[in-house]
């Protein structure tokens, strides 16, 4: 426990929603008769990107033939910015490597083609040239001031470099997009990405004031987060915004059903201040909440705290052990530090259960080799035998692995020169072009490795999605998986690969 407690106060206090992007393709196969009235459509209408979508999903953007045919149409039509930006959205939406030569025949045609810079943008961010996107995102932004969507991006591209100028567009878009589900987007990030709870609390409050959530998505989806941080903070008044919310028509199943456990949890709390303890229990062990809840985290200390109060020390030290294992965290070590001195048990013996307990539910990783980009060689798991591994998968075209990574590289970055290698994994081998220049621009530090299509994954199976997660220990088993790392909870992924690095379990 003396190892566990020194990590967790390395890594300072955790603070307890899943995005899953999956890459998808298909394909559309029509007659050579039905091809030539499709392109005498685009002949009549350049300007159509109508009649250029229906030519380009029967024909297949990948080939040559409609890539010579758009060459042709690109100097029969030289002063339509339409033509190469039918076939540049083609490729944009396949997340493909061809669509920036095309978006940049679009601008140089029209300078003012908003969804071409922000192509620019998006297709920038797979090549991993932020800078570069930043300054697309920014023409795309002065390009049509009143679009709310690149609005509401570009206040969100200074989050990380400047919290005072993202503040303030944030507002400003809030202010000029008052209709807009953009408007309320914007609103609900800020909350979302808020470090302090109480600004929390503020800009929820502020969006369920300002974007009813009856109207607007964001806001629906913002009153979620905000019941389950009023759960963990005021029970009572997360209680009152589940009754609100259950009177909107279609929202009214979730919210009753978040009704209902919100009364639970008050129900337990008001049962324990009369000393009920097997009541409260029994109230609490009824709470069910979606797994993406923060509140869950809560639900196990104050399930313990019931269980030791009812003289159940040693269930719920048990337990605190068993959630520590999923997903260890600072709190979690004081509180089963705290229940095994209840229990006579020094600090040593503490860390032996939690060892143990990891180990007796440790599985080997299943073993693969695949294709390394950064040397073309062949690389095995079993390469890092005797090191920590965070293997990740992804593919240039994932958001939410793109918004993830930041976050590794700061945990990784403190492990250099240690027994640590992070590993990434690329689902879509069509999105290969990417890889190198995306490692080059980005600077992570990630070893980008090639998946191949129907291997055997065993227990480190992403099942097709991606940001999927996993940590192996030195002995090439895995230990925790199914987690995902933001700027709330660096620490937590610290505190998993100090604990594996400084152990040595057999």
């Not at 800020?190 to 409050?205: I, N």
């Not at 220990?473 to 909870?489: E, H, L, M, P, Y």
Request: glycine share 4%; aromatic share 12%.
């Amino acid at each position: 426990m003396k190892r566990l407690f020194k990590i967790a106060m390395l890594c300072g206090m955790a603070i307890p929603s899943l995005t899953i992007a999956q890459h998808t393709k298909t394909e559309v196969v029509v007659s050579k008769s039905e091809l030539s009235k499709l392109a005498k459509a685009v002949e009549a209408n350049p300007d159509s990107l109508n009649v250029h979508a229906a030519y380009i999903k029967a024909a297949d953007a990948n080939s040559a033939t409609v890539i010579a045919q758009y060459e042709k149409w690109m100097k029969k039509f030289p002063k339509s910015a339409v033509v190469p930006y039918a076939l540049a959205k083609a490729y944009l939406n396949q997340e493909s490597p061809k669509a920036k030569p095309y978006l940049l025949k679009v601008v140089a045609i029209d300078s003012n083609y908003t969804e071409a810079w922000g192509g620019l943008w998006t297709d920038a961010q797979r090549w991993g040239d932020f800078k570069a996107g930043d300054e697309y995102l920014k023409k795309a932004t002065e390009s049509d001031p009143k679009n709310a969507a690149y609005a509401f991006y570009y206040s969100s591209s200074f989050q990380d470099n400047d919290p005072e100028v993202y503040h303030n567009l944030t507002m400003d878009v809030v202010k000029r997009f008052p209709d807009s589900d953009r408007g309320a987007q914007a609103l609900y990030w800020y909350a979302t990405r808020s470090k302090e709870v109480s600004d929390k609390l503020k800009y929820y409050e502020l969006l369920r004031v300002s974007y009813s959530p009856a109207k607007f998505n964001w806001s629906s989806s913002g009153m979620t987060s905000y019941f389950d941080l009023l759960l963990m903070e005021d029970a009572k008044k997360a209680l009152a915004l589940a009754e609100d919310m259950a009177k909107i028509e279609k929202h009214e199943k979730e919210w009753t059903n978040l009704k209902l456990q919100a009364q639970r949890v008050n129900d337990a709390g008001d049962l324990a201040k009369k000393d009920k303890l097997s009541e409260a229990m029994s109230q609490l062990d009824q709470v069910k909440l979606p797994r993406y809840f923060k509140f869950n985290k809560e639900l196990v200390f104050l399930k313990a705290e019931m269980e030791s109060l009812a003289g159940k020390t040693s269930t719920a030290y048990v337990s605190l052990i068993a959630s520590f294992a999923k997903q260890p965290n600072t709190k979690l070590i004081w509180a089963i530090m705290g229940m095994g001195a209840k229990l006579g048990k020094d600090p040593h013996q503490v860390d032996a259960d939690i060892m143990k307990y990891i180990k007796d539910n440790a599985k080997p990783a299943t073993a693969f080799t695949l294709k390394n980009y950064l040397t073309s060689a062949q690389t095995s798991l079993s390469d890092y035998k005797g090191k920590v591994v965070l293997l990740t998968y992804w593919f240039p075209g994932c958001g939410p692995c793109r918004a993830e990574f930041p976050h590794f590289e700061n945990v990784a970055s403190k492990f250099k020169g240690e027994d640590f290698s992070y590993l990434g994994i690329n689902i879509v081998s069509e999105q290969n072009e990417y890889v190198l220049p995306f490692m080059k621009g980005s600077g992570y530090s990630f070893t980008p490795l090639e998946d191949v299509k129907g291997r055997e994954k065993g227990n480190l199976d992403n099942r097709g999605a991606a940001p999927t997660n996993f940590l192996i220990d030195k002995q090439g088993r895995v230990i925790f998986s199914n987690f995902r790392t933001d700027g709330s909870n660096e620490d937590e992924l610290e505190l998993m690969i100090k604990m594996l690095l400084a152990d040595k379990m057999q």
